[in-house]
């Protein structure tokens, strides 16, 4: 089974739509984060949820808003998509206090 | 200047060779994590340290913390390594992972 699951594996959109990435952990994980590769394939974190609560919260537009329904999902809706948003979105889970990530197999974004 | 530096770049070698990725960084961190992200985009950590050396298979991870750097070091390359190597370090301050920008390793056969 799949420890750390992203849908839709791609997404192809245009600019000015609103879309949505999900993510599910089996692993039993209270720690949750969004991340973003740009084309120099350059990670940077974007969001952390630790039991459903927002901890960690770069500086990204508003336009993006993750939703942690429960400890094992936390999704990313994204409005009024830019071209810059075309990256590739990584999932990770982890639990709290111990260091290991776990990463989902990402999600490619393209905004034409 | 990113807080987590890696070199080379990009790295080309023929099987075989014995290849080395170093990372240096700049904060105090509780961890190093060195992670492969191969061409069909998928992230594999590969290892976590806070001291010493750890040794899987043909890859071995060292870490220095008085001189805040790192390596990864492959022995008996194969072209199935070619992937993106990737350091990242959680800083003491918090829980998030600052990511070097990757080591693009190419091995030919």
């Known amino acids: 089974d799949t420890a750390v699951s992203q849908t839709p594996k791609y997404l192809v959109t245009q600019m000015g739509n609103d879309k949505s990435i999900k993510c599910e952990q089996n692993l039993g994980h209270d720690t949750m984060y969004w991340y973003k590769q740009d084309s120099k394939k350059f990670l940077k974190i974007m969001f952390s949820?630790?039991?459903?609560?927002?901890?960690i919260n770069e500086t990204v537009p508003n336009r993006f808003s993750p939703k942690s329904p429960d400890k094992a999902h936390l999704n990313l809706h994204i409005n009024s998509l830019e071209l810059g948003d075309s990256a590739v979105y990584f999932c990770?889970?982890?639990?709290?206090?111990?260091?290991?990530?776990?990463f989902g197999p990402g999600t490619r974004l393209t905004v034409t | 200047k990113n807080e987590v530096e890696q070199s080379p770049q990009n790295l080309t070698a023929q099987e075989g060779e014995f290849i080395t990725i170093n990372c240096s960084y700049s904060v105090g961190i509780s961890a190093l994590h060195w992670l492969q992200q191969h061409p069909g985009g998928g992230i594999v950590s590969l290892f976590m340290?806070?001291?010493g050396k750890k040794k899987h298979g043909r890859l071995i991870a060292t870490i220095n913390i008085q001189e805040k750097h790192s390596s990864l070091h492959i022995t008996a390359s194969h072209p199935r390594d070619s992937a993106v190597y990737i350091c990242a370090v959680r800083e003491t301050s918090g829980s998030r992972l600052t990511f070097g920008e990757g080591t693009q390793l190419t091995v030919n056969p």
């Open positions: 990770a889970s982890s639990q709290w206090g111990e260091l290991e990530q776990y």
């Open positions: 340290l806070s001291s």
């Open positions: 949820y630790n039991n459903k609560e927002l901890i």
